[in-house]
Nanobody, 123 residues
């Protein structure tokens, strides 16, 4: 079993930055493909970013490309989401997710989920 715990959310003003982290435990982190998703108020969960097991491949939603960066530290069993130039429309609960095979943009493909962390961006 895999446990995921997100941290780093909060309230920020538009234009500022936040870094989310996801701590992974329970099995070999180095073999997991990781993703970040978010769920804005009243909307469905949506893909944000994904990263391959070794960090060599990343993928981003168009709405965050160039502003957000996903990365991982396999030694520390952590995955990060650096969020720059935040906008009010980035307000959402952010979730970390993991799966055993290649990363996808589809939430239903992921096997493990964290509890989520709230990010609120004020204008």
């Amino acid at each position: 079993q895999v446990q995921l715990v997100e941290a780093g959310g909060g309230l920020v003003q538009a234009g500022n930055s936040l870094r989310l982290s996801c701590a992974v435990s329970g099995r070999s982190f180095g073999s997991l493909f990781m993703g970040w998703f978010r769920q804005p108020p009243g909307k469905e969960r949506e893909f944000v970013a994904a990263i391959s097991w070794n960090g060599g491949t990343t993928d981003y939603a168009g709405s965050v490309k160039g502003r957000f960066t996903i990365s991982r530290d396999n030694a520390k069993m952590l995955v990060y989401l650096q969020m720059n130039s935040l906008k009010p429309e980035d307000t959402a609960v952010y979730y970390c997710a993991a799966r055993n095979v290649f990363s996808t943009r589809t939430a239903a493909d992921y096997d493990y989920w964290g509890q989520g962390t709230q990010v609120t961006v004020s204008s």
